[in-house]
T-cell receptor, first 118, second 114 residues
């Protein structure tokens, strides 16, 4: 079937190198951000998330950095492996103050294709 | 195993026919979502439901319909009114509390209409 990664910006990385995937968001009121990984023909999988009261959060081999001043989010993958080849999406949740109906919606970016070269 | 299931994985239909995609979750999540994904594009929200017996249109609801009669199930019908139904369809669920906004995704259904 047609790949979800078709026509997306592509990052080619040598196995073992670090990868950095960038994402610009539009809404300064967004208070939560999340990164997903999607392999071809599968559903997105959670990688890491961060709330707007933080600048950095680390997971296993992954780090998310949030720069609210320029509305920029990045995902760093350490020691990239062939299994990291996928499309990576960022998503943001717009803050709407106190809980209101529908405020768990996420707005997704188009994604970035990462290709790991063995 | 807890999670979200979608069936079938591949679906083929003739133009003019309605088709229903299944989504079931056993995560006890209140909220469920349907997205459409086309090559080179992000996920676009079709419909979502925050509670049983209620649902809201997303950004591209035209030509689609849903129901939420049970907490566990959120089927999506692609009607003949949808002009470009061929796509990859993803279902997701989440809690509705502020403790977590993560959406959990199913494996997707690839619909081809000819």
């Amino acid at each position: 079937g047609e790949s979800v990664g078709l026509h997306l910006p592509t990052l080619s990385v040598q196995e073992g190198d670090n990868s950095i995937i960038n994402c610009a968001y539009s809404n300064s009121a967004s208070d939560y951000f999340i990164w997903y990984k999607q392999e071809s023909g599968k559903g997105p999988q959670f990688i890491i998330d961060i709330r707007s009261n933080m600048d950095k959060r680390q997971g296993q081999r992954v780090t998310v950095l949030l720069n609210k001043t320029v509305k920029h989010l990045s995902l760093q993958i350490a020691a990239t492996q062939p299994g990291d080849s996928a499309v990576y999406f960022c998503a943001e949740r717009e803050s709407r103050g106190s809980f209101t109906y529908g405020n768990n919606r996420l707005a997704f970016g188009k994604g970035n294709q990462v290709v790991v070269i063995p | 195993d807890g999670g979200i299931t979608q069936s079938p994985k591949y679906l083929f239909r003739k133009e003019g026919q309605n088709v229903t995609l299944s989504c079931e979750q056993n995560l006890n999540h209140d909220a469920m979502y349907w997205y459409r994904q086309d090559p080179g594009q992000g996920l676009r929200l079709i419909y979502y439901s925050q509670i049983v017996n209620d649902f809201q249109k997303g950004d591209i609801a035209e030509g689609y319909s849903v129901s939420r009669e049970k907490k566990e199930s959120f089927p999506l019908t692609v009607t003949s009114a949808q002009k470009n139904p061929t796509a990859f369809y993803l279902c997701a669920s989440s809690e509705t509390s502020a403790s977590s906004y993560e959406q959990y995704f199913g494996p997707g259904t690839r619909l081809t209409v000819t």
